[in-house]
């Protein structure tokens, strides 16, 4: 079964806010998570919490094991998301 995605609403400006091939290149991939999310996420330093790496981009993720949920908390270039947590 695959898992579902949700966006929160300023991940999903940031993600809106690039370049379309940049933006389709991402939504590709986040197609490729939901087939089997933990071999592309890693822990987090914070409880719970785990990161995604897409080329030079980030997301900070939370997983709901019990509905198969993976919601992107933040998104952002890998030079300013660590700031932004």
């Known amino acids: 079964m695959k898992w579902d995605i949700e966006w929160y609403s300023k991940a999903r400006k940031n993600l809106e806010s690039l370049p379309q091939h940049i933006r389709e290149r991402i939504l ?7 087939e089997n ?15 995604l790496k897409i080329g030079d981009y980030r ?4 997983i709901d094991f019990q509905n ?7 998104f952002d ?3 300013r998301i660590y700031k932004r947590i």
Do not use: T, W
């Not at 590709?28 to 939901?34: E, I, L, M, S, T």
């Not at 997301?59 to 939370?62: F, G, S």
């Not at 198969?68 to 933040?74: D, E, L, S």
């Open 68 to 74: 198969k949920i993976i919601k992107i908390q933040v």
């Open 28 to 34: 590709k991939y986040f197609d490729r998570v939901k």
């Open 37 to 51: 999310p933990f071999h592309f996420l890693e822990h987090f330093e914070r409880k719970g919490f785990y990161k």
């Open 77 to 79: 270039h890998r030079n």
């Open 59 to 62: 997301a900070i993720v939370e």
